[in-house]
């Protein structure tokens, strides 16, 4: 079955780094588009960066030149580095996977997701 598991998260300050990473299993992992999102407490979920499979990046204007997806096919592996973090970018990140291969992540919308992880979180003190 399909599986999604985070990790990397955890606390820093203002202005620190993180890597986040998802391990995917289960399925092709080369041919899904992915996507990391967040929820903060009180929040809707919001999407962060999507990355298709030829490896076209989207991202959120939030976190636009701060933070960085990527993928590696050959590990099955997810990465999100996230520099100049925020107060604000404190929450629960979510790994996810496109529900249908071959699609293009449409807009960072998490109906697009099929599968999900249960999530790392990510606290950032001021």
């Known amino acids: 079955q399909v599986q999604l598991v985070e990790s990397g998260g955890g606390s820093v300050q203002a202005g620190g780094s993180l890597r986040l990473s998802c391990a995917a299993s289960?399925?092709?992992?080369?041919?899904?588009?992915m996507g990391w999102f967040r929820q903060a407490p009180g929040k809707a979920r919001e999407g962060v960066a999507t990355i298709d499979t030829d490896g076209r990046t989207y991202y959120a204007d939030s976190i636009k030149g701060r933070f960085t997806i990527s993928r590696d096919n050959s590990r099955n592996t997810l990465y999100l580095q996230m520099n100049s973090l925020k107060p604000e970018d404190t929450a629960m990140y979510y790994c996810?996977?496109?529900?249908?291969?071959?699609?293009?992540?449409?807009?960072?919308?998490?109906?697009?997701?099929?599968?999900w992880g249960q999530g790392t979180q990510v606290t950032v003190s001021s």
């Open positions: 289960g399925y092709s992992y080369s041919i899904y588009s």
């Open positions: 996810a996977r496109h529900g249908s291969y071959g699609f293009r992540w449409n807009l960072l919308r998490s109906g697009d997701a099929g599968y």
